[in-house]
């Protein structure tokens, strides 16, 4: 089992940036990958970055990339999502999540643990 703590969320003008927090507890494997997901009001849950553990190989989804980076610090057991340049559009509730996956770059489907989410607002 794999239990995860999200932290960082917030309000921030466009242009700005914040920084997401994921604290993770159990095991971790070769296969192991975890990413972040948002979901805006009306809007289903979409993917927005993955790193795989042991690697550190990332995935973006296009909308983000060059300005959103997923990192993690194997030590702590954390992930992160830095992000910058922050549009109006990015508002959303992030959630952080695990999966222990098949290939490379796991499917959403395989991220079958979650955390319970933080709020990200940016104003125009």
């Known amino acids: 089992q794999v239990q995860l703590v999200e932290s960082g969320g917030g309000s921030v003008q466009a242009g700005g940036s914040l920084r997401l927090s994921c604290a993770a507890s159990g095991r971790t494997s070769s296969s192991y990958s975890m990413g972040w997901f948002r979901q805006a009001p009306g809007k289903e849950r979409e993917f927005v970055a993955g790193?795989?553990?042991?690697?550190?190989?990332?995935n973006y989804a296009d909308s983000v990339k060059g300005r959103f980076t997923i990192s993690r610090d194997s030590t702590k057991n954390t992930a992160y999502l830095q992000m910058d340049s922050l549009k109006p559009e990015d508002t959303a509730v992030y959630y952080c999540a695990a999966a222990y996956y098949r290939t490379w770059p796991p499917s959403s489907y395989e991220y079958a643990y979650w955390g319970q989410g933080t709020q990200v607002t940016v104003s125009s």
């Open positions: 790193i795989r553990w042991n690697l550190g190989f990332r």
